[in-house]
């Protein structure tokens, strides 16, 4: 599977968009992108995923680049409860996710 | 429906000591999963199985065995357990490829102290 590369940290305000960045410059053509997240110590959280093009469900949106060496998850309206550690994984299926340290995004008020 | 249920929630065993972690899922998953998480890690994925009957190694098997004798519930065992084994263990499922559902439900977690 290929490898991720997010940023161990970051801040976001409350009401506002939260973009958190994922690299997968080694992705293959049939590995999908996964974004799971894990609020506290509760177990993970499926958000969304997507192969090639843009993905949009109620909890975000997915934006992968046209080379799919990057993309970003963007959470519309960032809540204090949006406050996780968020993980990106790149699969070619749903049933052997590699989670890597993923990024802690702490919601400010 | 439960989702998927974790027993126990806590345990505390001693080095040599063997104990069973059960899993149940309630919604009819094909696929379970263990996995275990240690302090500021990430998920790392010890057995799994796509069906009754069936398992399969993950990325860190070592010192675990597994078995899913009925659809909705998966046992992961230790049967000499070591400090290393120190973790928090969490189950999940899913639906089988190709059933148009690509999420992992998770468990609450197990949190497991060796001494």
């Known amino acids: 599977d290929a490898k991720t590369t997010q940023p161990p940290s970051m801040d976001c305000a409350e009401g506002r968009a939260a973009n958190l960045p994922c690299n997968h410059s080694?992705?293959?053509?049939?590995?999908?992108v996964y974004w799971y997240r894990q609020i506290h110590s509760q177990g993970p959280q499926y958000i969304i995923h997507?192969?090639?093009n843009n993905e949009t469900n109620e909890m975000a949106s997915l934006i992968i680049t046209e080379d799919r060496k990057s993309s970003t998850l963007i959470l519309p309206h960032a809540t204090l409860r949006d406050t996780a550690v968020y993980y990106c994984?790149?699969?070619?299926?749903?049933?052997?996710?590699?989670f890597g340290a993923g990024t802690t995004v702490t919601v400010r008020a | 429906n439960a989702g998927v249920t974790q027993t126990p929630k806590f345990r505390v065993l001693k080095t040599g000591q063997s104990m069973t972690l059960l899993c149940a899922q309630d919604?009819?998953?094909?696929?379970m999963y263990w996995y275990r998480q240690d302090p500021g890690m990430g998920l790392r994925l010890i057995h799994y199985?796509?069906?009754?009957?069936?398992?399969a190694k993950g990325e860190v098997p070592d010192g675990y065995n597994v078995s899913r004798l009925k659809k909705q519930n998966f046992l992961l065992g230790l049967e000499s357990a070591a400090p290393s084994q120190t973790s928090v263990y969490f189950c999940?499922?899913?639906?089988?490829?190709?059933?148009?559902?690509?999420?992992?439900?998770f468990g609450p977690g197990t949190r497991l102290t060796v001494t």
């Open positions: 999940a499922s899913s639906y089988s490829e190709g059933r148009g559902s690509y999420e992992q439900y």
């Open positions: 080694t992705i293959s053509g049939n590995e999908y």
């Open positions: 997507g192969l090639k």
């Open positions: 994984i790149a699969s070619p299926n749903d049933y052997k996710l590699s």
């Open positions: 919604m009819n998953h094909e696929y």
């Open positions: 199985s796509v069906g009754e009957g069936t398992t």
